[in-house]
């Protein structure tokens, strides 16, 4: 059978709480992260991604005590990233109780990170993270949280990523993040068809259609999403069912 | 067991959630004598196997598994109770149980590694794994392969390759899936491990 295909609530993080906005932008309050977590895991939500949206330096401390609390109250798999800059990172993550780490910035900057860390932690506990724009009809890989673009072509730079040792791939449109008018499905399906390792989508979902779409035509493995869970519009639970019965295999 | 890589902290999280006491140890004469041992493990067969042989902890294993004494192995944990794998030539595991581990042979165009959630179908009712299919959180591009279907606990199939999601021996019990990563019934599995009958 083929593998059943995951949803994955995200909880970004800034000093020790859940925030969300449009685009990275206008944070607001969204509650605690392990509360948040544990609520999302007992509707059926088959992993957690926490990023840190603030990623400064010094903030690793505040990011390795969320993710201490947040390990404790789930039994489902944890992914953890942003601002994550070296191999001492990931560790201290794993040891705090991160499943997987996903890198961002650090690994553009320098892609041999990424062969470290598979050598180090073994290649299930690195995910690459994508903030792609499309810029003049091409999707391009932008770094810092979206905030300077480059103009590597995203696919021609995960192909690259995956051939070093990134055993997942997280791609994020932030071009829809946060905007809920659906996610990114042409580039999610050109790089899940041309990569061998999971795609999670993200970015964009407004409702359990998007979450339908970008799993069918789009070809993501599994979906992420944030605003539609925060804001109580849609539980996981609500969402699997729509998924099941629209013929998408879910864990129920 | 401390084998390093393995994200031994969400073990640990998982039993005290469960209220059973456990701690980490590198010790053979620890592992020879605890009521319960757990083997977890992510990362490369043929490290792990040279850090437990350097450290005495395979000879203690072997032990505990001739003695009939219970042991849980988690993913490689699992892996490593078999006689050799593919992934690391010349390297030797526990070979409490004949056969040898090799890479995931699954249908062009589906993704290794097996990451993700699937089905876990027992082939009896096992005092672990219980009697009904259960879904578990899976990560890993190699399979073991025992020689001997009579080991095989319970199966899974992902993309076309069915291979072994538990294995038994007496009373050692490996799962190539993260129990404690597979919610409500990878807590159930462990507390039976924990609390069960010797």
Known sequence: ???????????????????KGVRFQDLQDKGDPAALAAAYEAQGADEIAVLDVAATPTGLQTQRTVVEAVGRALSIPLMVGGGVRTLADMGALLESGAD?????????????????????????????????????????????????ATSRPALDWIREAVDLGAGEVLL????????????????????????????????????????????????????????????????????????????????? | MATGHANVRSLLNAFERLGVDAGLTADPETVRRAGRVVLPG?????????????????????????????????CLGLQLLLEASEESPGARGLGAVSGTVTRL???????????????????????????????????????????????????????????????????????QFHPERSGPAGLALLERFAKGSP
């Open chain 2, 105 to 175: 042979a699954v249908q062009a165009g589906a993704k290794v590694p097996h990451m993700g959630w699937n089905l876990v179908e027992p082939v009896g009712a096992d005092p672990v794994l219980g009697a009904k299919p259960f879904h578990a959180y899976f990560v890993h591009s190699y399979a073991a392969r025992p020689a001997a279907s009579g080991d095989v606990a319970a199966w899974c199939d992902y993309a076309g390759d069915r291979f072994p999601a538990a294995i038994r021996r007496g009373a050692a019990v490996a799962v």
């Open chain 1, 100 to 148: 997987k780490v996903a890198v961002n910035t650090a690994a553009v900057l320098r892609p041999s990170l990424l062969a470290e860390a598979e050598k180090a932690f073994g290649r299930q506990f690195v995910v690459l993270s994508v903030d792609a724009l499309r810029r003049d009809g091409a999707w391009v890989v932008t770094t810092r949280g979206g905030r300077d």
């Open chain 1, 172 to 252: 994020n449109a932030i071009d829809a993040d946060g905007t809920g008018g659906g996610y990114a499905c042409d580039i999610t399906a050109s790089i899940s068809e041309a990569v061998g390792v999971p795609v999670i989508a993200s970015g964009g979902a407004g409702g359990p259609e998007d979450i339908l779409k970008v799993l069918t035509a789009g070809k993501a493995d599994a979906a992420l999403a944030a605003s539609i869970f925060h804001d109580g519009r849609w539980t996981v639970g609500a969402v699997k069912r729509y998924l099941s019965e629209q013929g998408v295999s879910v864990r129920c």
């Open chain 2, 42 to 74: 992510v990362g490369a067969f043929g490290a792990v196997a040279a850090r437990l042989e350097q450290g005495g902890l395979m000879q203690a294993l072997r032990e505990r598994v001739a003695a009939g004494r219970p042991l849980l192995g988690i």
């Open chain 1, 1 to 19: 059978m083929s593998l059943i295909r995951r949803i994955i609530p995200c909880l970004d993080v800034q000093s020790g709480r859940v925030v």
